[in-house]
């Protein structure tokens, strides 16, 4: 019954982040690690022995320590992804208010020459 309930909340979060994407609130760019993680989700709750087997392969003894470690992993790199994202978008700012300020100048060099 569990594994019936992750696989639909997974299937569920996959579609509202597709639904996202199709409204243009959502770029693919920052959906593709939340497309991932409910694939792998969804993946795992169709197959659950691959959670007994990789957990037994890295070594967990109980493949719920395998499960919460897999989604603090996932939320740590999803936390990493969107650090880079938001660095990405303060450089953009920083260089746009740059590109404005020199506008700025060279108008009020025009305007000067114009009297």
Do not use: H
Request: aromatic content about 14%.
């Amino acid at each position: 019954m569990a594994l019936k309930f992750v696989l639909i909340f997974a299937v569920l979060i996959f579609l509202f982040v597709v639904e996202l994407i199709r409204r243009e609130k959502l770029t693919f760019k920052y959906a593709f690690s939340w497309l991932t993680a409910t694939l792998i989700a969804v993946i795992f709750a169709a197959k659950p022995k691959w959670i007994f087997y990789l957990s037994n392969l890295i070594g967990f003894e109980i493949p719920s320590n395998f499960v919460f470690f897999s989604i603090i992993g996932v939320l740590v790199l999803l936390s990493l992804m969107m650090t880079i994202f938001l660095c990405q978008q303060n450089r953009r700012n920083d260089i746009m208010a740059q590109k404005i300020g020199m506008l700025e100048a060279e108008m009020r060099e025009m305007k000067k020459g114009e009297r």
